[in-house]
């Protein structure tokens, strides 16, 4: 798994900046205590407004460049965060993936509903909530996905069972 210090400054970052985002793949588990390994931090972020500037210069802070860029340097735009689709980055805190949707087109406002807000550090982020990232695990359907399936309904599992307990 990525170090936990540099996925909590890169939230640190995206916070400070005030970037509307939910943080979504095995990082959503991870904060939500699923004992699962992850090497990126995947945000889908609101696309609306203001957030598209206050995400840019977040990713100006970090050194965000494209992954897959042929061997060349290449940083995200406006024009670029504007589309729906999956921006690949290699920042100075790790890989990052921007989302402009999830699942079965779902972005920012669409999974709103579904997020817990989670307090790391002295800020606050939206992380999704177990139900819905184990609904989007599956029907992704990749291996790794499908593997990961099974301790997410374990820790959903836990988690509920001590909110009854406390009831």
């Known amino acids: 798994m990525r170090r936990s210090t540099e996925t909590a400054k890169l939230l640190e970052v995206l916070c400070r ?4 985002f939910i943080v979504v793949g095995m990082t959503a588990g991870v904060l939500q205590g699923a004992p699962l ?11 609306a407004g203001e957030n598209l500037p206050r995400l840019l210069a ?18 995200p735009n ?6 729906p689709g999956h921006k690949l980055l ?10 402009g949707t999830i699942d079965m087109n779902l972005g920012y406002q669409e999974l709103l509903s579904d997020c817990v807000t989670l307090r790391l550090d002295g800020f606050e982020v939206r992380v999704l909530s177990l139900r819905r990232l184990i609904e ?12 990961a399936v099974p301790v997410l309904r374990s820790t959903l599992e836990r988690s509920e069972a001590k909110k009854n307990e406390k009831q």
């Open 136 to 147: 989007v695990k599956e029907r992704a359907g990749r291996p790794k996905d499908l593997a």
């Open 78 to 83: 406006e024009s670029h965060l504007e589309s």
């Open 37 to 47: 390994s992850t090497f990126d931090l995947d945000i889908v972020y609101s696309r």
């Open 17 to 20: 900046h005030r970037v509307e």
């Open 58 to 75: 977040a990713l100006r802070e970090v050194g965000a460049e494209f992954k897959h860029a042929g061997g060349r340097h290449i940083a």
């Open 90 to 99: 290699e920042t100075a805190l790790g890989e990052l993936d921007v989302l």
